[in-house]
């Protein structure tokens, strides 16, 4: 059974901290790792991750994976208000009937005070 | 408009009740699928459908039941609701294809109490 794990499950910070957020995942046939950003309802996507070490970035966001270690680190600078929400990661099972399924870890709860 | 339209947005209703969620896209994708949250938990997928005629069921399947009506619509059945599938129900949608079949497009979202 494919699992997805996040931690802190919960973070407060104030405005211009940067935090790091993580992911491990133990994934059969994994073929990808996903973050999305929710803020009220509906989860928005910010970045798949398919190769070790090569870092995605948008403006204060960026995003890291270890393929030999099983994780992703999500970190996020110079903090916003904006940025207060849930963070997902998702692991992608890439196969058989499975393609494309994925699993989600908990979620990070990230609350930004001004 | 939404791409992906979830109805309704909330709903309360009693044990034993019949319950039909809709969701419906515009955005002609192939793959659709339905997920609860939980708080805690994440987001678990209840069951998924890579076109019209292919329906499977995810982790969390038992008390649910799907119909793919259209390529553009997929609704959630809870043929006898029970307080412990109270929970935040998602609809999402993804291309199909190598590229990136994983990148999920969701709903607003369906805020279901059983009482």
């Known amino acids: 059974e494919d699992k997805v794990v996040q931690s802190p499950l919960s973070l407060v910070v104030h405005e211009g901290d940067t935090v790091t957020l993580n992911c491990s995942y133990e994934?059969?046939?994994?073929?990808?790792l996903l973050w999305y950003k929710q803020e009220k309802k509906a989860p928005t996507f910010l970045f798949m991750l398919?190769?070790?070490?090569i870092e995605k970035k948008s403006g204060r966001l960026s995003s890291i994976l270890d393929k030999k270690e099983l994780f992703s680190i999500l970190n996020i600078t110079a903090t916003q208000t904006g940025d207060s929400a849930v963070y997902l990661c998702a692991g992608v099972n890439a196969g058989g009937t499975s393609y494309g399924k994925l699993t989600f870890g908990q979620g990070t709860i990230l609350t930004v005070h001004p | 408009d939404a791409d992906v339209t979830q109805t309704p947005r909330n709903r309360i209703t009693k044990t034993g009740k019949r319950i039909m969620l809709e969701c419906s896209q515009t955005k002609g994708h192939d793959r659709m699928y339905w997920y609860r949250q939980d708080p805690g938990l994440g987001l678990r997928l209840i069951y998924y459908?890579?076109?019209?005629?292919?329906?499977n069921k995810g982790e969390i399947s038992d008390g649910y039941s799907v119909s793919r009506q259209a390529q553009a619509k997929f609704s959630l059945s809870l043929e006898s609701a029970i307080p412990n599938q109270t929970a935040l129900y998602f609809c999402?949608?993804?291309?199909?294809?190598?590229?990136?079949?994983?990148?999920?497009?969701f709903g607003s979202g369906t805020q279901l109490s059983v009482l």
């Open positions: 994934v059969t046939n994994f073929r990808s």
């Open positions: 459908s890579f076109d019209v005629k292919d329906i």
């Open positions: 999402a949608t993804s291309e199909s294809g190598r590229t990136t079949p994983e990148k999920l497009f």
């Open positions: 398919t190769s070790s070490g």
